[in-house]
T-cell receptor, first 115, second 112 residues
Framework: DTAVSQTPKYLVTQMGNDKSIKCEQN?????MYWYKQDSKKFLKIMFS???????INETVPNRFSPKSPDKAHLNLHINSLELGDSAVYFC??????????????FGSGTQLSVL | GNSVTQMEGPVTLSEEAFLTINCTYT??????LFWYVQYPGEGLQLLLK?????DKGSNKGFEATYRKETTSFHLEKGSVQVSDSAVYFC???????????FGPGTRLSVLP
């Protein structure tokens, strides 16, 4: 079983459209994340949820809206897609623990191409 | 704020060569340090970690030692293989509830 699964793997769409990416983890983790990886492989945190509550919200346009219906799911909805949104989006999860040494488990990524 | 700096790539080596990828960090307190690896078309996977000064993380022949005095966590491997070709990310987490901070990644290509 895949620990962190996200769909779709590839998403090609026109500028101005609205799209969603889904993520599910079966690890029982409390915390889930969305990261954006640009073409140079630089990885940037977008959002973090702990038990369905938003705890990190980096400087991300309002067109991006995360939704966590339960602690095993964190979906990402993007309105009015722009060319600059083209990137690979990774979902990840971790389990809270002392010492800050818990590790991240990543999904395999969603490659978004906006034409 | 917290940050991670890595040597710029790409790094190209011949099979069985020695590998070093430098990583230095800036953080408050005593962060935990990580190396993640991303193979082509996949998500990141934890390679190794160290949670306190002088700890050595190791996995699959890779090693890195947490050096607090130099704020470094350099990744090394004695003999690389073609299958080690990937992008390597150094990362830190400064404490419970804190965000993971990633370096920019270093692409490694190993030629047969």
């Amino acid at each position: 079983d895949t620990a962190v699964s996200q769909t779709p793997k590839y998403l090609v769409t026109q500028m101005g459209n609205d799209k969603s990416i889904k993520c599910e983890q079966n690890l029982g983790h409390d915390t889930m994340y969305w990261y954006k990886q640009d073409s140079k492989k630089f990885l940037k945190i977008m959002f973090s949820y702990n038990n369905k509550e938003l705890i990190i919200n980096e400087t991300v346009p309002n067109r991006f809206s995360p939704k966590s219906p339960d602690k095993a799911h964190l979906n990402l909805h993007i309105n009015s897609l722009e060319l600059g949104d083209s990137a690979v989006y990774f979902c990840a999860s971790s389990q809270a623990g002392e010492g800050g040494n818990e590790k991240l488990f990543f999904g395999s990524g969603t490659q978004l191409s906006v034409l | 704020g917290n940050s991670v700096t890595q040597m710029e790539g790409p790094v190209t080596l011949s099979e069985e060569a020695f590998l070093t990828i430098n990583c230095t960090y800036t953080a408050t307190g005593y962060p935990s340090l990580f190396w993640y690896v991303q193979y082509p078309g996949e998500g990141l996977q934890l390679l190794l970690k160290a949670t306190k000064a002088d700890d050595k993380g190791s996995n699959k022949g890779f090693e890195a030692t947490y050096r607090k005095e130099t704020t470094s966590f350099h990744l090394e491997k004695g003999s690389v293989q073609v299958s080690d070709s990937a992008v390597y990310f150094c990362a830190l987490r400064s404490g419970y509830g804190q965000n993971f901070v990633f370096g920019p990644g270093t692409r490694l290509s190993v030629l047969p």
